[in-house]
């Protein structure tokens, strides 16, 4: 009975411990860097299906916008730069269990 007990508890933590380890969405580059409001821009990198990635968003750090998804793969997302003021914007990602939005280490510039 003790050996089962700790069976169990064994693989509910493994099982939680998977869940929590799920492949979040990661963006290495921005094509182009620099764009205008309408334009249509490029963003590569990992687990951006939606399986992984529900929305995309522009933040200067006080303040989201949302982006219009165009195109969506495994390693790209394409995306229409919204009405925004100009300004360097990081891209965030708000994942598909919509539990997190992770800021992006890469930079659009809005001219």
């Not at 990198?45 to 495994?74: P, W």
């Not at 914007?89 to 280490?105: D, F, M, R, V």
Request: proline residues 5%; glycine residues 4%.
């Amino acid at each position: 009975m003790r050996m089962r007990t700790w069976l169990v508890a064994t693989l509910l933590c493994m099982a939680v411990a998977l869940y929590a380890f799920q492949a979040l969405p990661r963006c290495n580059s921005v094509d182009p860097d620099t764009a205008k409001v309408g334009d249509v821009v490029s963003v590569k990198g990992e687990n951006l299906d939606k399986k992984s990635s529900a929305d995309l968003y522009l933040t200067d750090g006080s303040k989201d916008t949302k982006a219009a998804i165009s195109e969506q793969s495994e390693t790209e997302i394409k995306f229409k730069v919204p009405q925004i003021k100009p300004g360097r914007y990081h891209l965030a990602i708000l994942t598909a269990n919509k539990a997190s939005i992770i800021e992006q280490p890469v930079v659009l510039t809005i001219e």
